[in-house]
Protein backbone atom coordinates (compact mmCIF):
# COMPACT_ATOMS: atom_id res chain seq x y z
CA UNK A 1 0.00 0.00 0.00
CA UNK A 2 1.70 3.33 -1.18
CA UNK A 3 0.59 6.62 0.37
CA UNK A 4 1.47 10.13 1.38
CA UNK A 5 3.70 10.78 4.40
CA UNK A 6 3.16 14.73 5.41
CA UNK A 7 6.05 15.93 7.65
CA UNK A 8 6.92 19.47 8.47
CA UNK A 9 9.80 20.94 10.03
CA UNK A 10 11.51 23.85 11.37
CA UNK A 11 14.50 25.79 10.69
CA UNK A 12 15.49 27.83 14.19
CA UNK A 13 18.35 29.84 13.13
CA UNK A 14 19.68 31.01 16.68
CA UNK A 15 21.71 34.57 17.24
CA UNK A 16 24.81 32.92 16.61
CA UNK A 17 24.00 32.32 13.16
CA UNK A 18 23.84 28.71 13.88
CA UNK A 19 21.16 26.34 12.80
CA UNK A 20 19.59 23.91 15.01
CA UNK A 21 20.30 19.56 13.87
CA UNK A 22 18.38 17.08 15.23
CA UNK A 23 20.43 13.66 15.50
CA UNK A 24 17.88 10.39 15.83
CA UNK A 25 17.89 7.05 16.34
CA UNK A 26 14.97 5.17 15.43
CA UNK A 27 14.17 1.87 13.57
CA UNK A 28 18.22 0.71 13.88
CA UNK A 29 18.74 3.73 11.85
CA UNK A 30 20.63 6.97 13.13
CA UNK A 31 19.81 10.08 11.12
CA UNK A 32 20.18 14.14 11.28
CA UNK A 33 17.41 16.24 10.23
CA UNK A 34 15.56 19.71 11.35
CA UNK A 35 13.07 19.12 14.37
CA UNK A 36 9.99 18.40 13.13
CA UNK A 37 7.70 15.30 12.25
CA UNK A 38 4.77 13.76 10.60
CA UNK A 39 1.45 15.77 10.62
CA UNK A 40 -1.63 14.27 12.62
CA UNK A 41 -5.04 13.69 10.56
CA UNK A 42 -6.72 17.00 11.49
CA UNK A 43 -4.27 19.21 12.52
CA UNK A 44 -2.82 22.13 10.42
CA UNK A 45 0.80 22.38 9.40
CA UNK A 46 1.83 25.03 11.84
CA UNK A 47 0.07 23.78 14.70
CA UNK A 48 1.89 20.45 13.55
CA UNK A 49 4.84 22.36 13.90
CA UNK A 50 4.11 23.70 17.39
CA UNK A 51 3.29 20.77 18.54
CA UNK A 52 6.72 18.99 17.13
CA UNK A 53 8.70 21.65 18.78
CA UNK A 54 6.90 20.81 22.16
CA UNK A 55 6.88 17.29 22.10
CA UNK A 56 10.76 17.23 20.86
CA UNK A 57 12.68 20.64 22.31
CA UNK A 58 9.67 21.67 24.99
CA UNK A 59 9.75 24.67 23.89
CA UNK A 60 6.62 26.91 22.55
CA UNK A 61 7.74 28.22 19.35
CA UNK A 62 6.36 31.24 16.67
CA UNK A 63 6.24 29.95 12.87
CA UNK A 64 7.55 31.85 10.71
CA UNK A 65 7.47 32.66 6.71
CA UNK A 66 7.47 28.92 4.57
CA UNK A 67 10.40 28.41 2.96
CA UNK A 68 10.59 25.32 0.89
CA UNK A 69 8.08 21.99 -0.10
CA UNK A 70 9.40 19.22 -1.66
CA UNK A 71 9.03 19.52 -5.15
CA UNK A 72 10.54 15.42 -6.06
CA UNK A 73 9.22 12.37 -5.06
CA UNK A 74 10.94 11.10 -2.03
CA UNK A 75 10.09 7.54 -0.51
CA UNK A 76 10.42 6.87 3.39
CA UNK A 77 13.11 4.96 4.18
CA UNK A 78 10.97 3.70 7.00
CA UNK A 79 7.90 2.51 5.02
CA UNK A 80 6.50 2.48 1.57
CA UNK A 81 5.28 6.05 2.07
CA UNK A 82 5.69 9.19 -0.34
CA UNK A 83 7.48 11.91 1.89
CA UNK A 84 6.14 15.54 1.37
CA UNK A 85 7.89 17.76 3.54
CA UNK A 86 7.32 21.27 4.80
CA UNK A 87 9.94 23.98 5.79
CA UNK A 88 9.09 26.78 8.20
CA UNK A 89 11.61 29.54 10.28
CA UNK A 90 10.59 29.25 13.29
CA UNK A 91 11.72 31.14 16.86
CA UNK A 92 11.20 29.97 19.97
CA UNK A 93 9.19 31.85 22.11
CA UNK A 94 11.78 31.69 25.25
CA UNK A 95 15.22 30.76 25.55
CA UNK A 96 15.96 26.54 24.65
CA UNK A 97 16.27 24.49 27.63
CA UNK A 98 18.44 21.54 25.92
CA UNK A 99 21.40 20.16 25.97
CA UNK A 100 23.42 20.85 23.19
CA UNK A 101 26.05 18.38 21.89
CA UNK A 102 28.90 19.03 19.24
CA UNK A 103 29.23 15.36 18.18
CA UNK A 104 26.90 13.83 15.80
CA UNK A 105 24.77 10.86 17.35
CA UNK A 106 26.21 11.93 20.69
CA UNK A 107 23.69 9.67 22.44
CA UNK A 108 25.21 9.22 25.49
CA UNK A 109 22.71 10.92 27.90
CA UNK A 110 20.47 7.86 27.37
CA UNK A 111 18.23 8.97 24.75
CA UNK A 112 17.72 8.50 21.02
CA UNK A 113 17.56 12.20 20.23
CA UNK A 114 20.47 14.69 21.08
CA UNK A 115 20.36 18.55 19.38
CA UNK A 116 23.29 20.43 18.10
CA UNK A 117 24.09 23.32 16.65
CA UNK A 118 25.95 24.09 13.03
CA UNK A 119 27.50 27.36 12.50
CA UNK A 120 26.06 28.63 9.28
CA UNK A 121 29.26 29.35 7.53
CA UNK A 122 30.49 26.00 8.09
CA UNK A 123 26.25 24.33 7.26
CA UNK A 124 26.65 21.59 4.45
CA UNK A 125 24.88 19.16 2.79
CA UNK A 126 26.42 16.64 4.43
CA UNK A 127 24.94 17.69 8.27
CA UNK A 128 21.54 16.00 7.23
CA UNK A 129 20.46 12.75 5.95
CA UNK A 130 17.69 12.57 3.97
CA UNK A 131 17.15 14.47 0.20
CA UNK A 132 14.63 16.67 1.09
CA UNK A 133 16.76 18.27 4.12
CA UNK A 134 20.24 18.12 1.49
CA UNK A 135 17.89 20.38 -0.50
CA UNK A 136 17.03 22.59 1.89
CA UNK A 137 20.33 22.96 3.21
CA UNK A 138 21.45 23.73 -0.33
CA UNK A 139 18.83 26.28 -0.63
CA UNK A 140 19.75 28.09 2.25
CA UNK A 141 23.06 28.46 1.63
CA UNK A 142 22.36 29.84 -2.00
CA UNK A 143 20.33 32.13 -0.05
CA UNK A 144 22.45 33.67 2.41
CA UNK A 145 24.75 34.34 -0.82
CA UNK A 146 22.65 36.50 -2.58
Same mark, same amino acid.
Given at each position: ????N %? &? %????? +????HE?? +??????E??? =???F??G?L??????RD?L +? &??????????I?V?N??? /?TD????SV?N??? $?I???? =??K???P?????T /?R??? =??H?????? &?? %??L?KL?????T?????? $??????S??Q?
Amino acid at each position: MSYFN %V &R %VYGLL +INEKHELL +ISDEKEEGKE =FSKFPGGGLELGEGLRDAL +I &REFMEECSVDIEVGNHFY /TTDFYEKSVFNESQ $VISIYY =FVKPLKPLELEFT /TRVFD =FDHGGMQSF &RW %VALNKLSADDVTFKTDKT $VVSLLLSQMQL
